[in-house]
Structure formats: structure tokens, C-alpha cells
């Protein structure tokens, strides 16, 4: 199985900053994808930036200019800088990885638990 742990998420005001963090753990042959998603009170889930293990990034364009994804292979590890923050990014970060745990198994898509960011003066 594989673990997805998040952190990094709280309250911050508006133009604030967070950096949110996610470790994946367990049995990994190697990570395809990673990506951060986002989910507001009575919305369906968003993409908020994805980053493959070799090619470029994505972002919504809510965020463009203001969120960097960033990944540590070494560590199984992807980052998401959130700079100049507004209330409508409030919502729950959900981590997102694309696995495969052996050579010969297909991918499997993996979430973490999710971690609450709030933007409020």
C-alpha cells in the first residue's frame, strides 16, 4: 500500500503565505505523477498544480503567478509555495501521486487525507 501524508496547512491572512508538504511512503517502485488538488465547501474537487517526474508543471489559472509545485524524488516528496493568498483559496489541499508499486503493475492513483487552508483576515 501506499501513504500519502500532508502538512503545512492553517490559517494565514490574505497576501500570506503557506507551503504545504507531501511524503509518499510505502511500497513505491516509482511515482509517475504528483499534483495538488483543492476542494471549497459545496464545490467539486479542483486541479491546482500537477508536476510529472520529468516534464513541465500545470496550473489552474486561478493560481498561475502565485503557487509553485516543486518535488524531491529523493524523498518522495512534492511542495506546494502558495504566495500572495486570497480568501477564495480557502478550501481543503488534497495531495494527489500516480504509482506504480512494481515494475510490472499498472499505475494506481493515490490521495492524501486532505489539510485545510484557511485565507481570512
Known amino acids: 500500500q501506499v501513504q500519502l501524508v500532508e502538512s503545512g496547512g492553517g490559517l494565514v491572512q490574505p497576501g500570506g503565505s503557506l507551503r504545504l508538504s507531501c511524503a509518499a511512503s510505502?511500497?513505491?517502485?516509482?511515482?509517475?505523477?504528483m499534483g495538488w488538488y483543492r476542494q471549497a465547501p459545496g464545490n467539486q474537487r479542483e486541479l491546482v498544480a500537477t508536476?510529472?517526474?520529468?516534464?513541465?508543471?500545470n496550473y489552474a489559472d486561478s493560481v498561475k503567478g502565485r503557487f509553485t509545485i516543486s518535488r524531491d524524488n529523493t524523498k518522495n516528496t512534492t511542495y506546494l509555495q502558495m504566495n500572495s493568498l486570497k480568501p477564495e483559496d480557502t478550501a481543503v489541499y488534497y495531495c494527489?501521486?500516480?504509482?506504480?508499486?512494481?515494475?510490472?503493475?499498472?499505475?494506481?492513483?493515490?490521495w492524501g487525507q486532505g489539510t485545510q487552508v484557511t485565507v481570512s483576515s
Open positions: 494527489n501521486a500516480e504509482v506504480r508499486r512494481t515494475r510490472r503493475e499498472p499505475i494506481h492513483s493515490y
Open positions: 508536476i510529472p517526474s520529468g516534464g513541465s508543471t
Open positions: 510505502g511500497s513505491i517502485f516509482s511515482i509517475i505523477g
